[in-house]
């Protein structure tokens, strides 16, 4: 079976810094690995996408991924925090034969001005 | 159109109500989805048509009850609920079942059993 962990509850961040939000997966065989934004009583909004292929994803509003085979991660990244990218992120998995999406618990990512 | 839209987005009902959640999308997608998400939680999968047919249940109590009348349109009717099933249902579509594409989400619906 495939799971998500995403280490950190919150994750604090000042405007113009760097930030991470981490995100490990189990499963066996080549992982479908995606990252979804969700605002306050809203939806989920996908983000970005690693399925084959180079490393370092890249993704909507600035946001980018790396996965690591051997470490069985794919943290996201972002060069440049803005007070809007406050959220809660969810990493999530699906295995190559499966159908189910598989999320995180989830990380909330609060950036400060 | 790459949305999934959801009605109503916000429900209040009394455990002996029935009441029916809607999910449209036109992008052409056959798998679509149901999820339930309680507050700052991830959501939880409840069912996925694949076709217009039920491919997962998640061991969903029978007091909800999906269906899927087209490719375009998926419903679930809600029978007397508890106050527990209150939460942000949300509604996602795929190009088909197991693809490895991402899935899109609806905005929700706002459920409250009073």
């Known amino acids: 079976a495939q799971s998500v962990a995403q280490p950190e509850d919150q994750v604090n961040v000042a405007e113009g810094n760097p930030l991470t939000v981490k995100c490990t997966y189990s499963?066996?065989?080549?992982?479908?690995l995606f990252w979804y934004v969700q605002y306050p009583n809203r939806g989920l909004q996908f983000l970005l996408k690693?399925?084959?292929?180079?490393?370092l994803v890249k993704g909507s509003y600035g946001f980018e991924a790396e996965f690591n085979k051997s470490q069985t991660s794919f943290h996201l990244k972002k060069p440049s925090a803005l007070v809007s990218d406050s959220a809660l992120y969810f990493c999530a998995v699906r295995a190559p034969w499966g159908n189910k999406l598989v999320f995180g618990a989830g990380t909330i990512l609060r950036v400060k001005s | 159109d790459t949305e999934v839209t959801q009605t109503p987005k916000h429900l209040v009902m009394g455990m002996t109500n029935k009441k029916s959640l809607k999910c449209e999308q036109h992008m052409g997608h056959r798998a679509m989805y149901w999820y339930k998400q309680k507050a700052k939680k991830p959501p939880e999968l409840m069912f996925v048509?694949?076709?217009?047919?039920?491919?997962i249940n998640e061991s969903v109590p029978s007091r909800f009850s999906p269906e899927c009348p087209n490719s375009s349109l998926l419903n679930l009717h809600l029978h007397a609920l508890q106050p527990e099933d209150s939460a942000l249902y949300l509604c996602?579509?795929?190009?088909?079942?197991?693809?490895?594409?991402?899935?899109?989400f609806g905005q929700g619906t706002r459920l409250t059993v009073v």
């Open positions: 499963v066996s065989g080549n992982p479908y």
């Open positions: 996602a579509s795929s190009p088909k079942q197991g693809a490895n594409t991402e899935a899109f």
């Open positions: 048509y694949s076709y217009e047919k039920l491919s």
């Open positions: 690693y399925i084959t292929g180079d490393n």
